[in-house]
């Protein structure tokens, strides 16, 4: 029952800030900071109570008998890292957003029903409520890129609520081929997962799954929305977009697809390792090459996830628990890059144009060496979360038998080229002198960072570390889940 | 039969008829010569009370168990527990119908008559609602649409509503014609005309006659005129955009429940099929699937371009019936139930869409451009945030009650029939349509979204919303959100 709190307190804080006058801007961003730090806290808590196997807080109530819906909630190793950096990114929105006044009742209505959504999807024990949920948290993304966004907002709101509204759709005739494929009575993950799948069907079904929550993942060639999207989005919602909501549906291809259909996922898993390995790759050479910096994070992400999904199509233990981590540290990770580029940079320079910033690092410096340091924990440097994670996806890639050697020497030449980009850029932003004519980017010393940008940065900064420092902390809890999962894989003929 | 049994279940259409003489006697014996505005709001009054009061009747009888299975004229008027839900259900939405009459003077001199024909086509769908017989629901239609036909035209003061009507009027007795060819050619096959009967005989028959093909195929044109399937659709978006808003939305939704219960009799062949395999139901399903595939794709791809809001809704009206039929295909309980659930649904948001373009473009004398709604979250958040929900519901957004009726009509049509053999999810390939089709409905529906919540200054002033508007507004509302949160009670109603 108690981590249904996260949930219950983001849509309250939704209808709480969206009740608000809009005018009251200050007390709106001290509620909305009230709600999601509760959130957290929740989270938090859940995650040390968690033993480290089973599914904990589990409550299954009936809710529509006569198309199988029951109202099953929990949360097990592989929900439980992915709740913490919900509630990480949403804290830290709410911070990087803190000068926002323009509909700010509005702003927070919208942000907290994307962040309920996603609470919800890592909640459901149920395939129907997850993919409620998964809806749910559709719509609010098109509000908040349309009015409070950038560059091209129209285009990318509606390119990114499209896409991912056509992967949901994939989803929802996977859904109900394996449900009625099951022959089962609910959409209980319990009772699908006993279910035993005729080959076929799980050969069809699997592609129509996988492929619509990696769309959410940002899947090459499903990935285009993911850049767009990112830098036209206003910063909170560029970090939970980066942070989370990719999340959602790699989450959604670990849980649904490879963990319901293990025959679907040993069959088509090297054709998805292929694309993860293009993702990676092209990731980075795409990022190598853009000049505006927010799409360099953008593309940045693109190749993160791609970690994300060589780990899921690796099938093992080793792997699936680098997918998971990865998914953590690139959310924290992601995040931070997302809110250092667009609000804490940009509200002090108002370009994101390389060619227009004149030798950063002695006219802000310190927010350079943050940056500097979250670029770093990005490319996946030892100490940091990523190190861990991308480790174990890449060792988890040689053991497996689906992906081949010569994929992982790919992704392995991905890491060269994240080393390449991230260092080539955060020189380009912070060493180099001006290259364009007039720039908006003035002379002199920036003010420093404020309070909330501090405390921002810290938090997710210090989460990387810490997990970077000490993966057991994750890594321990999601074992027993994981093995579920493997277990299902191997004994499945 | 117990006369007394008998009045109490025709309780409810007598209250109407009194209050719909009352409504014109009112107008012309005590009320002449008065200002338009004063006998608008009594006459409203009136019609309000009248609708109120059948409504309760409608309760109350459904409070007597002998009532909720009732059989009127040897079967011709049969009560159920669904057909009383549906025929309280379009006086329900009469009574948002009779809020929504625009009481400017200017309109046109006629004021108890919009009332009264209001009352008189509800009436209509009431019986349409518990009619099983194909002569009553012949009438009953016919009842409805002769009141549509005058209501389209009444507001004088438009060409283009006098020539919508006359549009409307044409191919509606076109269709009217086709339903009653079909009608004598189905009595011609099998000497019945209670639809029950009817399916019963068709069910002796070894071989399918082909005139009784012709006869469905005469009968489906007819229906599918009322419900605007495709390819008989083409009055909607006409009628939709040039009637007084207030009586495009009866057309949307009370009409349309009608409507498909009707279909859903003239269908009853299928039903009752042993299974979905016996030559009956196929023929019947193929000649569904087709309709439903068209008109998913013309209902979807033709509300993309359209930049009147009423004719954008007329649109997707249209694309709703294609879901519809989708659900209706398999011909199963699970797809009846699931039929009847969407066509509730869609017509509650239906009609709360129809009622924010009603209270705020009509008071402005305004075509309903969707551009005019540009700013509409600045000055008018309450009616804006409503108008979210009508529009997500429609969309078929969760946790809204479209997103349930969609999702029922999706699982009835891959439902894998009891006789197994010839495999699972027969119609999966319409599914699929209907799914890409609901990304395309998305784009559309976020596009008036985009208009009423996201850009720029107001385009309009703000507009006066009265109590009463305000109440069947957040009665709408509150009855969309709790259907999709807790659709049970409803679904086991029907069920």
Known sequence: MHALLTLILSFAGALACGLMPAGRARQIRWVALAFASLGLLTALHCALRYGGSGVADEVDWPWIPSLGARLAFGYDGISLPLLLVTGLVAVCGVLFTWELKERANEFYAYYFALVGGVYGVFLSRDLFLLFVFYEIAVVPKYFLIAIWGGT???YAAMKLVLYSFAG???????????????????????????ASLSAPLQYVVFPLLFVGFAVLAGMWPFHTWAPTGHVAAPTAASMLLAGVVMKLGAYG???????????????????????AVVNIVYGALVALRQTDFKFVIGYSSVSHMGFVLLGLATLTQTGLTGAVLQMFSHGVIGALLFALVGAVIYSRTHTRQLEEFHLLIARMPVIAWVFILAGLASMGLPGFSGFAAELHVLMGAWQSPWVSAGLVVLAGAGVVATFGYTLVKIHEAFFRPRVASGSSDKEGLYEPMTAAEIAGCALLLGSSLLVGLFPSLLTDKMQASLKLIVDRLNEAR | MDGHLMLNALLPDLVVVAGLFLCLGADYILLRGRDVAERHRLISRIASWTLICGLLAGLLGSRDPQLLQLQIGDGQLVITPVRLLFKLTAFLLALVVVELIPTRPATSGHVSEQYALLLLSALGVGFLATSHHLLVSFVALELLSLCLYALTALDMGRRAGAEAALKYFAIGGLSSAFLLVGISYLYGVTGQLNLGKVSAYIHTLQHLPPLLGVAFLFLLVGVGFKLAIVPFHLWAPDVYQNAPTAVAAWIATGSKLGSTVLLLGLMLPGFDAP????????LLSSGLAVLALISMLVGNLGAMRQGNLKRLLAYGGVASAGYLLVGMVAFSDASRVAVLFYVLTYALASMGAFAVVALVSDQLGRDA?????????????????????????LASIPPLSGFIGKFGLFFAALQPPPVPEEGFGGWSWLVAVALIMSVVGLYYYLKVLRAFLVTGEPALPPVRVGTNAWVVLVMLAVLVVALGLWPEPLLEWLR
Do not use: H
């Open chain 1, 152 to 154: 091209r907002k129209d």
């Open chain 1, 168 to 194: 949901s759709a994939l989803v929802l005739l996977g859904l109900l081929g394996l449900y009625f494929g099951a022959n089962a009575s609910t959409f209980t993950l319990q009772e699908l997962s006993q």
């Open chain 2, 369 to 393: 451009e969707i551009d005019d709604f540009r700013g509409c979250w600045k000055s008018m958040p309450g009616i804006a945030a409503l108008f979210l929900i009508f529009v997500l519901s």
């Open chain 1, 253 to 275: 291809c670990l849980r649904v697809a490879i963990g319901l259909l293990p025959l679907g996922a040993k069959v088509w898993a090297p054709w998805v390792a292929a694309l």
């Open chain 2, 275 to 282: 299974n979905a395999y016996s030559p009956v139901s196929r």
